[in-house]
């Protein structure tokens, strides 16, 4: 088992590094490793509450809180997220407000660390 830190930096629009990231994530998860999973940037978007994206583009909520039903813990980046006008009230259940010091923790702890 190897203990991953994903960290995305792309909003869950326009491009698909969100996407991919979740889908990486989702994989580890399967093949039973371990992952912390933190956005950053315009990552902090995949959490926000009440998305709801054209017929035609993946709803990456719902990877999102299958990855949280599934014990990968979520922390969003506390400067990122003031940044956007975003609360922790405005994020799904189970996203974290974190600082850079929790994503270091995890960086230093962790087998391997991947950027979307």
Same mark, same amino acid.
């Given at each position: 088992? !190897? ?21 990486? =994530? ?8 371990? *992952? ?7 990552? !902090? @978007? ?16 719902? @990877? ?11 922390? =969003?980046?506390? !400067? ?9 009230? $405005?994020? %799904?259940?189970?996203?974290?407000? =974190?600082?850079?010091?929790?994503? !270091? ?5 962790? $087998?391997?660390? %991947? *950027?979307?």
């Amino acid at each position: 088992m !190897v203990n991953f830190t994903v960290l995305i930096n792309e909003s869950p629009i326009a491009k698909e590094r969100a996407f991919t990231g979740l889908r990486f =994530a989702t994989t580890c998860v399967l093949e039973g490793h371990k *992952v912390n999973l933190f956005l950053m940037e315009n990552g !902090v @978007y995949l959490a926000k509450k009440g998305q709801n994206p054209s017929s035609d583009a993946p709803n990456l909520l719902v @990877y999102l809180e299958e990855l949280i039903k599934s014990n990968v813990e979520v922390k =969003a980046c506390v !400067v990122c997220c003031q940044a956007r006008g975003l609360a922790e009230s $405005d994020l %799904i259940p189970g996203v974290k407000i =974190a600082s850079m010091h929790e994503l !270091v923790e995890w960086t230093a702890t962790t $087998d391997k660390t %991947i *950027v979307f």
